[in-house]
């Protein structure tokens, strides 16, 4: 025998499908007023930062550091122009922003020029208004360059005028080596000079052809790199939870990024 609702079984079943329903929405708008105003999360899918950040990093990027533009919506809507609650980016932090040539793309680098800032590289020497940066060796050792090949990478701390300072890594054979002496680059008001630790193997603004990065417009900014929050290795998926034991680089958790 079918058993029968009664309308107050019903009108109970309907309220608690609103409730539900409701729960969802509002935790919906709390992630993405959290996206939009507070922290978004980014993973690093190329070496361009190594040894910093690696492939298969996971980070929260701090959306407010840098205030808001229309960068800062999910998918760029033109609501306004300009930034709101602006903070300009110091030297040395790393930042993800939109690629100017193309703004559906996310790029995350580290700004080393200011506006109005003479940016050069002399054999490897990063210059910064005529003036050679720090780089100090560190090391040097074998790395695995890929399709069965290896490489020598040689690592040098470099220091910022403003104390900020960092590893970079230098490659012997298959890296890129145009990078390493350029001509004079005299970054524009409202723009910024962006750069890849993994200094011969990283698309920046060194390269400012119409496939390059170029000089980044301030309003281009999305945000600031703050926290590693999960890491797993560079052939490895985040998402294969069954192999975390042995995957995920459990010493990068947490770290914050400099």
Known sequence: MSEL???ADKKA????FLETVKVIVQALVIALVIRTFLFQPFNIPSSSLVPTLLVGDYLFVSKY?????KHSIPMSPP??????FAAEPKRGDIAVFKLPRDPSIDYIKRVIGLPGDRIQMIDGILNINGQPVPKQKLSSKEINAGAGYQDQATYYRETLPNGVSYTIQELEKFGNKLGRNTSVYVVPEGHFFMMGDNRDNSLDSRDMSSQGVGYVPFDNFVGRAELIFFSVSEDSSAWKIWEWPWTVRWSRLLNHIG
Not at 65 to 69: E, L, N, R, T, V
Not at 79 to 84: C, E, K, T
């Open 5 to 7: 609702k009664t309308p």
């Open 13 to 16: 079943q309907e309220s608690g």
């Open 65 to 69: 550091s840098y205030g808001y533009s």
């Open 79 to 84: 609501l306004f122009s300009g930034r709101i």
